[in-house]
């Protein structure tokens, strides 16, 4: 099927010929041929990629898992299941080797952009010489449009100002709508038009994977009729599956009683469905439950019955999220493109994550600041779960199920659990086979060479005048209609957080250096226990490491030459330099200030544009005009319903409250409405001290006055919600408080200006909680 290919394509943007010039002087007299605009190769296909976030191989029925995604099985009947497809084992970095062709750490991304440091292959930059996708379809004529989440863009670089080259509008996507961070919550996102920031539209029962393929689905058609000989390439990345597991409630009701039998027996059933699937081998093996994670009859009935509605949640997150994938599937086929577009539905870009710990979390955002809210509590909330109120997460005795029949979960890359995710691809134009399943080993930087050879597109050697460094994905056409093809990604390396692989000739060393919940790790790089896995030992069963002393010993070596040819050395397990700006190298737009001035409209301004006022004193000086008829709203809020604060006004009365965590609200509030005119409102926190989370005094002032005065008994830590973020005038997201009168508590007078200022000192975050906010970031 291989296409011949173009070599003045090599060279990006396509050189234009040289007009030729002329003597003739009356345009009469000479002719010329018409413009002609960039186009494809002739038949080339149009392209989706979609992604499904934080999914283990054993969660989709596709791949024998217990949530129902019929259109994935659709996709499959119609094209090909492939049953050893890699990522990296984590978010930014897996979405990074899929844009580029390229390993993660050879494009700097070697964790989540938010902990960046300023080592080559960890800084969050990817260099001119890896042209992304995107960018290198767009240039050789193809429309681009990106939905949903990036997670691409350096956190210093989010802010109205950008620079916006590292968005996804600036990386070959003419059209962008979604989110840049990790998680978002999907009843009340904060999204993105381009580089621009918009409130979701106002409809009742609104959720952002709705939202995101109505956006995809009105894109695909408006080019398709403008342009119909226009291929186009979209990609449409889901928030979901990751935390918070948000779903419509009639979804989450068809899972009732389904997991009351508990995540040991429900492993069991999902490699016995897998095999029946030919996914795995008959003789495949499950691997054993890792001591960290508790065995379902250790629980008490509480705990059964927490985990079980929780993991019904994330079922029904799952099955909605395909339905999603159906409507996009329906839309190309009645708009007869279908057929010629190759279609890869990536089932994860790791595998199931473990951030909701032994017993899964109401709200993550409390855990992950270090306050568990014990099964009891949570017994009178069940049916609030997946609904606006609750930012949940289920076990990692779930998490690890849905990984079946793998060891280990997301995170640790040295372990199938972290890697290995169901990928199906459907093209009927292109790929004759249909129903079957190849077990080729692939991973996900093989994506981009793949697209560009169905395309008839050569890879690029210069683009926008950078020389462009080696992919190291191999194409999977080869595998379209040969099942028995011998495979071609035959050596590939692992690394994250230092837990490390390397995958050789179908050999495999490992050795787990960090589990996701571990405040630091057990033993040095050096003194680390190696794994080593034979070739038939599709789930990583038994170690034979003993009986292969100088297999492991070579494996161990290729790693390191591996390792070293793309960046991955130094290895980097810190936890707590990797959250201070300073202490990584990475920059800070609020390094040496301690006070910022914002005005009216500033809004979606994301915590690397605000210092820090948590754990320390504070104040917030608002200079407002109140009108004759009097002001209602918000002046300035941070964070949302599961934790921040905000300052408001309430029928009029000067207002502050700090929202513990979703918890308990703290309300420090004047007597009387103020009356029409310009006032200084201040509020000034005096902190306890003492640590992390501590209360404090919280003082309300108008033009110098006090006007109240009240006890904060406790603060949050560490983060807010990353959904959640600094806004003047209005409350976007999740709303601090539900005591606003008007609609997101929009400011019914005028802000003149706002400025936050922060006591320099404060407290040093010690390794286990920057570990639990390392984790949060992901």
């Not at 006090?706 to 959640?724: E, G, H, K, L």
Request: aromatic residues 8%.
């Amino acid at each position: 099927m291989a296409r011949p290919l173009d070599p003045a394509r090599k060279t990006l943007p396509i050189p234009e010929p040289r007009p030729r010039t002329t003597s003739t002087l009356d345009i009469r007299d000479t002719s010329y041929p018409p413009l002609a605009q960039i186009r494809p190769p002739a038949g080339a296909p149009n392209v989706v990629v979609v992604m499904i976030d934080d999914m283990g191989f054993g969660a989709s029925s596709a791949f024998g898992g217990p949530c129902a995604m019929p259109t994935a099985e659709r996709l499959a009947a119609g094209g090909l299941k492939y049953s050893r497809f890699h990522t990296t084992a984590l978010c930014s970095p897996t979405r990074a080797s899929l844009m580029t062709g390229r390993n993660h750490h050879a494009v700097n991304m070697g964790t989540v952009t938010n902990l960046a440091t300023s080592t080559p292959g960890y800084t969050a930059v990817r260099p001119p010489s890896a042209a992304p996708l995107a960018e290198v379809l767009r240039l050789n004529g193809y429309s681009t449009g990106a939905f949903g989440k990036m997670h691409q863009t350096p956190p210093w670089e989010i802010s109205p100002i950008g620079p916006f080259d590292r968005w996804p509008t600036g990386e070959g996507f003419e059209r962008f709508y979604g989110f840049l961070g990790g998680e978002t919550n999907h009843w009340d996102p904060l999204l993105f038009n381009g580089t621009q920031p918009v409130e979701p539209p106002d409809t009742h029962g609104y959720h952002l994977s709705d939202d995101i393929t109505d956006q995809a689905i009105a894109w695909m058609h408006t080019q398709h009729a403008l342009a119909p000989d226009k291929p186009f390439f979209m990609y449409l990345s889901f928030g979901a599956t990751h935390a918070p597991h948000h779903a419509p409630k009639e979804w989450i009701e068809k899972y009732r009683n389904r997991f009351d039998q508990g995540w040991d027996h429900e492993r069991e059933a999902i490699l016995e469905r897998q095999r029946e699937a030919g996914v795995v081998p008959q003789d495949c093996l499950l691997t054993q439950r890792h001591d960290d994670i508790p065995a379902w009859d250790e629980l008490d009935a509480d705990e059964q019955a927490v985990a079980a509605r929780l993991m019904e949640t994330y079922a029904a997150f799952a099955e909605h999220t395909d339905h999603q994938v159906g409507r996009l599937v329906d839309a190309l086929e009645a708009s007869d493109t279908l057929a010629n577009t190759i279609f890869l539905y990536l089932l994860g870009d790791n595998g199931a994550s473990g951030g909701g710990g032994p017993h899964g979390a109401f709200n993550e955002i409390a855990s992950l600041n270090g306050v568990h809210e014990p099964a009891a509590n949570m017994m009178h909330r069940l049916d609030e779960l997946g609904g606006p109120t609750a930012y949940n997460n289920f076990p990692s005795g779930w998490a690890h199920a849905t990984n079946t029949p793998y060891q280990w979960l997301k995170q640790v890359a040295s372990h199938w659990g972290g890697t290995r995710v169901g990928m199906v691809t459907h093209w009927p134009a292109g790929i004759s086979a249909a129903g079957e399943v190849r077990h080729q080993w692939h991973h996900v930087n093989d994506v981009y060479p793949t697209i560009l050879e169905a395309a008839g597109i050569p890879v690029p050697e210069v683009v926008h005048g950078a020389p462009q460094q080696r992919i190291d994905g191999v194409s999977m056409c080869y595998t379209f209609d040969a099942r028995d093809a011998d495979e071609r990604h035959t050596t590939q390396y692992f690394e994250m957080f230092g837990n490390r692989g390397i995958h050789h000739n179908g050999w495999s060393a490992c050795t787990k250096h960090l589990a996701p919940w571990e405040r630091a790790p057990q033993t040095g790089f050096q003194d680390d226990h190696w794994e080593l896995y034979a070739p038939d030992d599709w789930s990583q069963a038994h170690n034979v490491a003993g009986e292969h002393p100088e297999t492991l010993a070579r494996l161990q070596r290729l790693f390191l030459a591996e390792a070293e040819k793309n960046s991955v050395l130094p290895l980097d397990d810190r936890r707590v330099e990797r959250f201070i700006a300073e202490l990584a190298g990475r920059p800070d737009p609020t390094a040496g200030r301690n006070s910022i001035e914002l005005r009216a409209g500033m809004r979606q301004l994301n915590d690397n544009a605000i210092p820090n006022i948590k754990n320390k004193s504070h104040s917030i000086q608002a200079s407002i005009v109140v009108p004759e008829s009097g002001s209602d709203g918000v002046v300035v809020s941070q964070g949302g319903r599961f934790g921040g604060w905000c300052l408001f006004l309430s029928a009029g009365v000067p207002t502050y409250c700090h929202n513990w965590l979703g918890f308990e609200r703290f309300y420090v509030r004047a007597d009387h409405a103020l009356p029409p005119g310009r006032h200084e409102l201040v509020f000034t926190f005096d902190y306890d001290g003492g640590g992390f989370g501590q209360g404090g005094t919280g003082t309300l002032t108008v033009g110098g006055v006090q006007v109240a005065q009240a006890r904060i008994a406790r603060t949050v830590p560490f983060r807010n919600p990353t959904s959640d973020t600094t806004d003047v005038g209005i409350d976007l997201g999740a709303p601090v408080t539900d005591e606003y009168r008007t609609e997101k508590g929009r400011f019914t007078g005028q802000i003149e200006r706002v400025r936050i200022t922060a006591d320099r000192d404060g407290p040093v975050i010690p390794p286990d909680v920057a570990q639990r906010i390392e984790v949060a970031a992901q």
